[in-house]
């Protein structure tokens, strides 16, 4: 379903420049459970922004389902991302006037599915 090949990501500051990803190759499979394990530091948010489409590459290419990422089309990305890439951020990021449970049910409400 995803395959990631040569994938970079370096960031830029005023001082100094911080390689996240170098040479990453990943191939993710339609079904089962992958892992991403690493110690602090290590590029495993910065591949998940990028594979989740919060954040670009600087070089490698990434397709979903063959198609090449580049390849995307607007409706397309958006469509990707709506449907098969989810996140639950480590501070949780709930809008307050909701249930938890409401706030869950949202991802599926944008998709327009019965909850």
């Known amino acids: 379903m995803i395959k990631i090949t040569n994938l970079k990501k370096e960031y830029q500051s005023k001082k100094n420049s911080t390689v996240a990803l170098n040479g990453i190759n990943i191939d993710f499979k ?14 495993k948010t910065t591949m998940l922004n990028i594979i989740g489409g919060l954040d670009g590459i600087d070089e490698g290419e990434i397709k979903i389902f063959g198609k090449k990422f580049s390849d995307f089309t607007a409706s397309e990305y958006d469509s990707y991302r709506n449907t098969f890439i989810g996140f639950i951020f480590q501070e949780y990021n709930l809008l307050s006037e909701y249930t938890v449970e409401k706030n869950i049910r949202i991802a599926t409400e944008l998709q327009g599915l019965e909850p």
Do not use: H
């Open 30 to 43: 339609a079904k089962g459970f992958d892992f991403i394990l690493g110690p602090s530091g290590s590029g």
